[in-house]
């Protein structure tokens, strides 16, 4: 039932995560599945659960380029956000989130006890605390960088490019906004020809322009398209669309949580 109730929603309100990105929502989605043997087992290294212990371990900053990212999946039904490391307590954010994928954050500070957390919310880039007893850990040396002006993504393995390909941006009015965001779902449209294309990976960021749309919050995303021809333009509503061929290959080796940075 709950699957079932995930589907109908996603199928709904599909234009609440792709911020009005073609001109209809009809388009069913069903969540990807977050178990079994999938990418997301070859994009991201698990962290150790012994050894020394979290309080021993030394205060990092984690990189923007280069060197892996930390993912933090909560892993009960819900996990606190904090302020700051004093305990000041600033919201709850419960998992699975409303695509039933497990609720993940970008790790930008480890400081053993506590990490440091980008979070899906208003306004794009916020932070917080979490307890690192709350969640898992996990490691992926992949990242996405966009190029707004060059409409180009490249995709990084550490250092070294992977893949990179064209892509379409928000058109003038609706700008794709520059930021650092990280995935947070992944859907797959039931009708592969249609506006979305193959797949569509959630981002953590939201639209600047468009506060709400179809009842949704104007969440961003990545997603394949059926038109082509556009991409190398402004052409959306502030997601970033790109070839089938291209969204396929990140659904299949990208992993929730992979640090996806706009600039240009």
Not at 73 to 86: A, D, L, M, P
Not at 115 to 136: C, E, F, Y
Not at 219 to 240: E, F, K, M
Request: hydrophobic content about 35%.
């Amino acid at each position: 039932m709950r699957t079932n109730l995930l589907r109908t929603a996603a199928a709904a309100t599909l234009a609440f995560l792709l911020t009005g990105c073609a001109s209809s929502a009809s388009s069913a989605v069903r969540p990807e599945p977050t178990t079994g043997a999938s990418s997301a087992s070859r994009a991201v290294r698990h962290e150790p659960t012994t050894g020394a212990s979290s309080a021993s371990r030394a205060v990092r900053h984690e990189p923007t380029t280069g060197a892996s990212s930390k993912i933090a999946t909560v892993k009960g039904s819900r996990i606190t956000v904090y302020g700051n490391k004093e305990g000041t307590a600033q919201r709850t954010i419960t998992s699975p989130n409303d695509y039933g994928a497990a609720r993940v954050f970008l790790v930008e500070r480890d400081e053993g006890e506590w990490l440091q957390v980008l979070l899906p919310i208003r306004p794009n880039g916020s932070k917080g605390w979490i307890k690192a007893t709350d969640v898992t850990l996990a490691e992926t040396a992949y990242r996405v960088e966009i190029d707004r002006g060059a409409f180009r993504f490249t995709v990084y393995d550490g250092d070294r490019a992977v893949r990179t390909g064209k892509v379409a941006t928000g058109e003038a009015g609706t700008p794709t906004p520059p930021g650092r965001y990280f995935f947070t779902e992944l859907v797959k449209p039931v009708d592969q020809g249609g506006a979305y294309g193959a797949y569509a990976f959630g981002l953590s960021g939201f639209s600047p322009v468009l506060k709400s749309f179809a009842g949704g919050p104007g969440q961003l995303a990545i997603h394949g398209t059926n038109n082509p021809s556009a991409i190398g333009t402004r052409a959306s509503h502030g997601c970033v669309r790109i070839s089938n061929d291209d969204i396929t290959w990140m659904a299949k080796n990208l992993a929730i949580g992979t640090p996806v940075v706009v600039q240009g």
